[in-house]
């Protein structure tokens, strides 16, 4: 049984930046292909970005892609997002999520383990 935290959420101006972290118990975190998802008010929760189980592919939404960064070290246990050029329509609570299969996955449905989410705010 794997437990994800999130942590680094927040309230940012538009333009600003954030860093989401996820912390998953237990010892076998490299073994997991990880995301990020969001749900904004009103919105199913949608897609942002993956990781595979050792870094080497990664996916993204397009409206995140060159904004977002996702990264991993599993050697500290710990799955990062990097949000840079923050928009209104970036605000939201973002979710970390966890699978075991391989691929980098855009489909909640894919993932077996999450987090209770953080909010990120941005403001005008």
């Known amino acids: 049984q794997v437990q994800l935290v999130e942590s680094g959420g927040g309230l940012v101006q538009a333009g600003g930046s954030l860093r989401l972290s996820c912390a998953p118990s237990?010892?076998?975190?490299?073994?997991?292909?990880m995301g990020w998802f969001r749900q904004a008010p009103g919105k199913e929760r949608e897609f942002v970005a993956a990781i595979s189980w050792r870094g080497g592919l990664t996916n993204y939404e397009d409206s995140v892609r060159g904004r977002f960064t996702i990264s991993r070290d599993n050697a500290k246990n710990t799955m990062n997002l990097q949000m840079n050029s923050l928009k209104l329509e970036d605000t939201a609570v973002y979710y970390c999520a966890a699978h075991t299969g391989v691929v980098a996955s855009s489909s909640a449905r894919t993932y077996d383990y999450w987090g209770q989410g953080t909010q990120v705010t941005v403001s005008s």
């Open positions: 237990g010892p076998t975190f490299s073994l997991y292909t």
